[in-house]
Nanobody
Framework: QVQLVESGGGLVQAGGSLRLSCVASVASGSIFSINAMGWHRQAPGKQRELVASATTGGVTNYADFVKGRFTISRDNAKNTVYLQMNSLRPEDTAVYYC????????WGQGTQVTVSS
């Protein structure tokens, strides 16, 4: 019932920044409530891993490898979540997936982030 569309990925040099956006939407006339939104990432040959999450009430958490560099934020009125990524490193290269938790778990299609050294 929830569609997630990510944007903002791309190619950036090490030390650079990117801002990812994810908009959640449903069919016209539908009613839904999203409890949390966030971001996972997946590099080739690896499992998806949590990057950051945010509840509707504003509670956030981050993976250790992004603390101090990434910031997650939400605009609840727009059903949008953002991920500001600063001080990017080559090891941050991955496909970044937006997720939302409502009655179930929903995933976006992913956006590629590539960090060159």
């Amino acid at each position: 019932q929830v569609q997630l569309v990510e944007s903002g990925g791309g190619l950036v040099q090490a030390g650079g920044s990117l801002r990812l956006s994810c908009v959640a939407s449903v069919a016209s006339g539908s009613i839904f409530s999203i409890n949390a939104m966030g971001w996972h990432r997946q590099a080739p040959g690896k499992q998806r891993e949590l990057v950051a999450s945010a509840t509707t009430g504003g509670v956030t958490n981050y993976a250790d490898f992004v603390k101090g560099r990434f910031t997650i934020s939400r605009d609840n009125a727009k059903n949008t979540v953002y991920l500001q990524m600063n001080s990017l490193r080559p090891e941050d290269t991955a496909v970044y997936y937006c997720y939302a938790i409502a009655r179930g778990l929903y995933w976006g299609q992913g956006t590629q982030v590539t960090v060159s050294s």
